[in-house]
C-alpha cells in the first residue's frame, strides 16, 4: 500500500473532535481507572519507569501526569557540544535547509517561511541554513529542553491540521510539518537566532511551555503571537522549555553558517536527550 493511501483515513476522521475527546480523558482523574490504564500502556510501549523521578505508578492521579513525568536526575548527562538533543525520540530528518525549502520526506519540501507560520522575514533568516526534524513517539519522555542557551524573543501559535506525524504520514501528506497545529519559539543565542518549533498531531491534547503554561487549548482558529523583551525569559542548555501532552514531533531551524551534524546521526536513529547534535562556529 502506497503512504498516500495509507494516510487517506486520515483526512476524513474528525481529528479536532478526537484530539478535543482525548485531552479530556487524559486530565481526568479516575482513579483505579487511571492507574490501570498507564499500566497497559508501560507494558505496551515498553516504557521505562526506572528512568522516572517517581517510578510509581499508581501516584500519578491522570494520564497526562504520566506521560509529562520528569526524570531523575542524571538520567540524561549533557554532551559537550555547541548543541544538544533537545528531546529523546527518533531522527525523522536532518540538514541543510535548500535556499527556503525543508525536506521532510522524498517527494516533500515545505518553506521556512510556511512553517514559522506565515512571517516572510523571519523565515528569510533561516534560508540556505540547517534544520533538525526528531520524532517523539508513545514511549518517549516527553518533556523537550533547549539544545544551547537563548533569550526567548517571540512565541507563535499556529492553528492548522492535526494529521498524525508518524514517519508514514510524513511520507504521505504534503508539507505536513507547516500543515499542522503548532507553537514556534524564536530564540537568540550567542551564536545567531534559531527556532524551536513544536508540532501538534492528532490526539496530541495540549502543548505547554515553561515561561506560558498551556499554550492550547485554546484553539481560537487564528494566529496568535507573543513578544519578549531581552532577558525576560533567558534559558540555559539542556534547560526544560516545554512539553507536550501526548507524543508529536519537534523542528528545529538554524540559519546559514557552518553546522556539522554529529556523524553517528541518521534518519530512524534513536537519540536521546542531552546526546550531541552538532559543532558550530561563532557567527
Known amino acids: 500500500m ?14 479536532q473532535a478526537l484530539t478535543a475527546l482525548a485531552g479530556k480523558f487524559a486530565s481526568a482523574q479516575f482513579g483505579g481507572l487511571t492507574t490501570s490504564v498507564i499500566r497497559r500502556f508501560v507494558a505496551r510501549y515498553n516504557v521505562n519507569m526506572a528512568e522516572a523521578a517517581n517510578p510509581d505508578i499508581t501516584s500519578y492521579a491522570s494520564f497526562n501526569d504520566f506521560f509529562t513525568r520528569a526524570l531523575k536526575d542524571g538520567a540524561r548527562p549533557l554532551a559537550d557540544a555547541d548543541l544538544i538533543c533537545p528531546v529523546d525520540g527518533a531522527i525523522s530528518q536532518f540538514g541543510p535547509i535548500a535556499k527556503d525549502q525543508v525536506f521532510q520526506a522524498k517527494g516533500h519540501a515545505y518553506s521556512t517561511t510556511a512553517l514559522v507560520g506565515g512571517d516572510a522575514a523571519l523565515g528569510a533568516r533561516f534560508e540556505n541554513g540547517h534544520f533538525a526534524t526528531l520524532y517523539l513517539s508513545p514511549r518517549d519522555y516527553h518533556r523537550i529542553h533547549m539544545p544551547c542557551a537563548g533569550d526567548l524573543t517571540r512565541m507563535i501559535h499556529v492553528p492548522g491540521e492535526l494529521f498524525s506525524v508518524n514517519p508514514t504520514t510524513a511520507r504521505g501528506v504534503p508539507g505536513l510539518f507547516a500543515r499542522n497545529e503548532r507553537v514556534v519559539c524564536v530564540f537568540e543565542s550567542e551564536r545567531g ?18 515561561w506560558h503554561g498551556q499554550v492550547n487549548p485554546p484553539r481560537p482558529g487564528h494566529l496568535r503571537q507573543w513578544e519578549y523583551q531581552a532577558g525576560q525569559v533567558s534559558l540555559q542548555k539542556g534547560q526544560e522549555m516545554g512539553r507536550f501532552l501526548l507524543g508529536s514531533t519537534v523542528v528545529m531551524l538554524f540559519p546559514q553558517g557552518p553546522l556539522h551534524f554529529n556523524p553517528q546521526w541518521a534518519p530512524a536513529r534513536p537519540i536521546q536527550l542531552g546526546e550531541a547534535m552538532g559543532q558550530r562556529a561563532i557567527a
Request: no cysteine.
Open 2 to 15: 502506497s503512504d498516500r493511501l495509507a494516510v487517506l483515513p486520515q483526512y476524513l476522521i474528525p481529528k
Open 193 to 210: 537566532p534559531f527556532v524551536l518549533v513544536l508540532v501538534g498531531a492528532t490526539i496530541v491534547g495540549s502543548m505547554a511551555t515553561v
